[in-house]
């Protein structure tokens, strides 16, 4: 056997080989013009996929710095704090406003459920001091996506803030900041921006900054006033990855050039086609249809047979990998990613080596049945 990969995991993703090109220039200096005017152009490129007018900075580190970031800055010890749960990440997110003292009411919407409403709005009713909401878009532990749009609406009427965590889902699934009100999205380079791991983005809404004016936690590396004084001349506070930042303007002109309402869709379809295949070959999905994210897919195994052998058999003979389940997930899902540089042949290939290794394990299929439901949805044959 060849040692040809198929990297299908929600992170770190594949990397186009434009993107690969660019982060082989030649460095440059990061105090230098040519520098600054790469990140200004840069900044320009996300405020678009974005959709905000407002700043964005680009951190060097992995999506968690700046969930922290976005926390560190906003979060006071003591504060109230509205934590939506849906999965491991939204538990993350919860545990860092703990890590910074805050009073977290983690609300739990069960694995596989996306945010309830009506939930949030009685959440903010009945509490006026709450002073952040933080919410999930795209959580990546069960392949659910949130409706970001719905939360920030509430929210926007009240004092609080909302830091939406979109690390997996921006990129690949809509995400309207400005229009929404939405005060600080996070997200990150490996994902659906189809670059390596170490970078981060976070946008500051104008009700952000008052907040971070004021606040009294400590940061020093994360500490989005050092951030801002230096953004203002096309800077950053500490040493950046460049080699990233010239990753991210090609990545940023792939997505531009093919036109975000294409990626968006593209994404949308390649979901439509896992999960048609998933039905087909008889397993059972996490999210349900209203919720399911379209940038990945958890599957249950089928009943008495774990999860983690059929990704075995999908690595080792295959050479494709899939992601496990994670948290009480454990063994008991596999996750198939279909996020950033990921087309229709991706899914082809994803489904016909789970058709051969669901009969290794012993569970009966019918051969191309799952391929079929996929090639069908790709031909425009179900609705
Ligand atoms: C990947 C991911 C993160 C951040 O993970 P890092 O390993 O720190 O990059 C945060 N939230 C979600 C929803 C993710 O998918």
Same mark, same amino acid.
């Given at each position: 056997?060849?040692? !040809?990969?198929?990297?299908?995991?929600?992170?770190?993703?594949? #990397?186009?080989?434009?993107?690969?090109?660019?982060?082989?220039?030649?460095?440059?200096?990061?105090?230098?013009?040519?520098?600054?005017?790469?990140?200004?152009?840069?900044?320009?490129?996300?405020?678009?996929?974005?959709?905000?007018?407002?700043?964005?900075?680009?951190?060097?580190? *992995?999506?968690?710095?700046?969930?922290?970031?976005?926390? /560190?800055?906003?979060?006071?010890?003591?504060?109230?704090?509205? *934590?939506?749960?849906?999965?491991?990440?939204?538990?993350?997110?919860?545990?860092?406003?703990?890590?910074?003292?805050?009073?977290?009411?983690?609300?739990?919407?069960?694995?596989?459920?996306?945010?309830?409403?009506?939930?949030?709005?009685? !959440? &903010?009713?009945?509490?006026?001091?709450?002073?952040?909401?933080?919410?999930?878009?795209?959580?990546?532990?069960?392949?659910?996506?949130?409706?970001?749009?719905? +939360?920030?609406?509430?929210?926007?009427?009240?004092?609080?803030?909302?830091?939406?965590?979109?690390?997996?889902?921006?990129? /690949?699934?809509?995400?309207?900041?400005?229009?929404?009100?939405?005060?600080?999205?996070?997200?990150?380079?490996?994902?659906?921006?189809?670059?390596?791991?170490?970078?981060?983005?976070?946008?500051?809404?104008?009700?952000?900054?008052?907040?971070?004016?004021?606040?009294?936690?400590?940061?020093?590396?994360?500490?989005? @006033?050092?951030?801002?004084?230096?953004?203002?001349?096309?800077?950053?506070?500490?040493?950046?990855? #460049? *080699?990233?930042?010239?990753?991210?303007?090609?990545? &940023?002109?792939?997505? @531009?050039?093919?036109?975000?309402?294409?990626?968006?869709?593209?994404?949308?379809? @390649?979901?439509?086609?896992?999960?048609?295949?998933?039905?087909?070959?008889?397993?059972?999905?996490?999210?349900?249809?209203?919720?399911?994210?379209? %940038? @990945?897919?958890? $599957?249950?195994?089928?009943?008495?047979?774990?999860?983690?052998?059929?990704?075995?058999?999908?690595?080792?003979?295959?050479?494709?990998?899939?992601?496990?389940?994670?948290?009480?997930?454990?063994?008991? +899902?596999?996750?198939? %990613?279909?996020?950033?540089?990921?087309?229709?042949?991706?899914?082809? $290939?994803?489904?016909?080596?789970?058709?051969?290794?669901?009969?290794?394990?012993?569970? *009966?299929?019918?051969?191309?049945?799952?391929?079929?439901?996929?090639?069908?949805?790709?031909?425009?044959?179900?609705?």
């Amino acid at each position: 056997m060849q040692d !040809k990969k198929y990297l299908m995991i929600p992170g770190p993703t594949p #990397v186009p080989p434009s993107v690969v090109t660019a982060m082989s220039m030649p460095l440059i200096g990061h105090r230098s013009d040519d520098f600054a005017q790469l990140h200004e152009r840069v900044v320009g490129k996300l405020q678009k996929v974005f959709q905000t007018k407002n700043d964005i900075f680009i951190l060097t580190n *992995s999506g968690t710095g700046a969930l922290e970031t976005a926390i /560190a800055n906003t979060v006071n010890p003591g504060d109230k704090v509205l *934590s939506l749960v849906t999965g491991n990440f939204g538990e993350r997110f919860a545990n860092i406003a703990k890590a910074y003292g805050a009073q977290v009411d983690e609300v739990e919407f069960g694995w596989g459920n996306c945010v309830d409403l009506k939930v949030v709005a009685e !959440k &903010l009713a009945a509490d006026p001091e709450i002073k952040v909401v933080l919410a999930t878009q795209n959580e990546t532990s069960t392949g659910v996506v949130n409706d970001i749009a719905g +939360i920030a609406a509430l929210v926007e009427k009240t004092p609080a803030l909302l830091l939406v965590d979109g690390v997996s889902g921006i990129g /690949a699934i809509e995400h309207k900041t400005d229009e929404w009100h939405v005060d600080i999205l996070c997200t990150a380079s490996q994902k659906a921006l189809m670059l390596p791991p170490g970078l981060s983005m976070i946008t500051v809404s104008d009700k952000a900054w008052k907040v971070i004016n004021e606040n009294k936690s400590p940061r020093f590396y994360f500490s989005l @006033l050092a951030c801002k004084k230096q953004y203002e001349k096309w800077n950053t506070a500490y040493t950046p990855g #460049v *080699s990233l930042f010239l990753g991210l303007e090609a990545s &940023l002109d792939m997505m @531009l050039s093919e036109g975000m309402d294409n990626v968006y869709d593209r994404h949308a379809l @390649l979901a439509k086609a896992v999960r048609a295949a998933a039905r087909a070959l008889g397993l059972k999905l996490l999210a349900e249809d209203h919720c399911a994210s379209n %940038a @990945l897919t958890a $599957i249950y195994s089928p009943e008495g047979i774990g999860a983690d052998d059929i990704r075995k058999i999908l690595k080792k003979q295959y050479g494709i990998t899939f992601a496990g389940g994670q948290g009480k997930l454990k063994g008991k +899902i596999f996750r198939i %990613a279909h996020m950033g540089f990921a087309d229709k042949m991706d899914v082809m $290939i994803a489904i016909s080596a789970l058709e051969m290794a669901l009969v290794q394990v012993g569970f *009966s299929v019918e051969l191309g049945s799952g391929v079929r439901a996929a090639q069908e949805v790709f031909l425009g044959k179900v609705e």
